[in-house]
């Protein structure tokens, strides 16, 4: 599965540009303030409707312009997908997939499955859990179709839940919603637990390889004590959570814990280290997808010679190229990848000013 063509319209600094793409990797470069990222998150933005960048979605809308507008063909063997995206300064989005109207913004997602890897894509290792299931539920998503739904409807009850923990409803109309939240949490559950330790098996072989003689641990934790059954402990908990006004267990919990020995890895491990293992979480997902589902992810790589030396920038350009992806990578220079690489990139971009050159 690959893009073969992009059309970019008033996109951050980039008027219009449009690109044919090559189906495996496309090199992107630029001095600073170019426009590489741009192209990155316009490709991130047709996919999931949202930047990697800014929450605020507004403030990719090209400066004096009143919306963006986004247009690829998607290629899947012999079938061609044309997708296209339009938001307006009003915050109104417009998708359409093959000319027909999309509502759901998860219906993009899945049509486009993305993997971004930023110099930022370190807060997956440093900041709190949030990030971290959403990383185990990009795969729980598209590897499992009741995960969207057991998800939506945890989600609504907790939200529900809280609502009536904040008017102080006592604990016996609560519970009829806990059995409810106990039903779908357990769902969720079951589906992170199983994509992990099927994530785990694929991230073994890439972690020796990028990180040889590092007993790197990825543990699965499930939002609460372990040995307790869940409509327990919130019945157990119902005083705690009346008092702080919300839920505090639970799916919504979850996280994905990273351990060298007894260390977490952000204490344990270099920069570099730290961005590998990012890169390996990235590529064993991608493959994870292949082998599950059959279907190949797109790898959106920022500024890819950062922190690593040319070793391991040889190393991580093989295993993108491993996964059979179509890749797009930044650098300033282009010699930074050019010079890692065995075989030529299918595909060359110079990006100046928001104006987009093909060199070959
Ligand atoms: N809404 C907008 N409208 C116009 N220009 C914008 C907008 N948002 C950002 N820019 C500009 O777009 C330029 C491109 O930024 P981008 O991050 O894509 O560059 P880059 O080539 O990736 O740079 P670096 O190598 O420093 O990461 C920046 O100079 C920025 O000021």
Redesign the pocket.
């Known amino acids: 599965m690959s893009l073969s063509r992009l059309h970019i319209d008033s996109f951050?600094?980039i008027a219009t540009a449009q690109l044919q793409l090559g189906d495996g990797l496309n090199l992107i470069y630029?001095?600073?303030?170019?426009?590489?990222?741009?192209i990155l998150e316009a490709i991130f933005f047709l996919g999931m409707g949202r930047s990697f960048r800014s929450h605020l979605s507004q403030?990719?809308?090209?400066?004096d312009q009143d919306k963006l507008t986004l247009f690829a063909h998607l290629e899947q063997g012999e079938q061609e997908t044309k997708i296209g995206l339009r938001r307006y300064r009003s915050g109104e989005t417009e998708v359409k997939i093959n000319g027909d109207k999309v509502k759901r913004l998860s219906t993009l997602a899945e049509t486009l499955p993305i993997q971004v890897i930023t110099p930022e894509s370190f807060s997956l290792l440093f900041e709190g859990p949030k990030s971290r299931r959403q990383f185990i539920d990009w795969g729980a998503f598209h590897t499992d179709k009741g995960f969207y739904t057991a998800w939506a409807n945890v989600r609504r009850i907790l939200k529900h839940r809280n609502q009536m923990l904040k008017s102080e409803i006592p604990y016996q109309q609560i519970q009829f919603w806990d059995k409810e939240l106990v039903r779908y949490a357990e769902i969720v559950t079951e589906i992170r637990k199983r994509y992990v330790g099927s994530l785990n098996e694929r991230l073994k072989g890439i972690i020796e390889e990028f990180l040889p003689q590092v007993d790197v641990k990825v543990s699965f934790t499930r939002g609460w004590d372990s040995k307790t059954d869940y409509q327990t402990l919130l019945q157990a908990q119902y005083p705690r959570d009346l008092a702080a006004g919300h839920t505090a267990s639970g799916p919504h919990k979850a996280d994905l814990r990273l351990r060298v020995g007894t260390l977490p890895v952000q204490d344990a491990l270099s920069r570099g280290q730290l961005k590998l293992l990012v890169c390996a979480l990235r590529i064993a997902q991608g493959k994870l997808l292949k082998q599950q589902i059959d279907k190949n992810s797109i790898y959106l790589v920022d500024?890819l010679p950062s922190e690593l030396d040319a070793r391991h920038r040889q190393l991580l350009l093989q295993q993108l190229s491993d996964t059979g992806a179509q890749v797009f990578v930044?650098a300033?220079e282009p010699a930074a990848i050019m010079d890692s690489l065995n075989t030529p990139p299918v595909k060359v971009f110079h990006?100046e000013q928001?104006r987009v050159t093909v060199i070959e």
Do not use: Y
Not at 30 to 38: A, E, F, L, V, Y
Not at 59 to 63: A, E, F, L, P, S
């Open positions: 951050r600094n630029g001095q600073n303030g170019s426009g590489k990222t741009s403030r990719v809308i090209q400066n500024d930044t300033i990006v928001g």
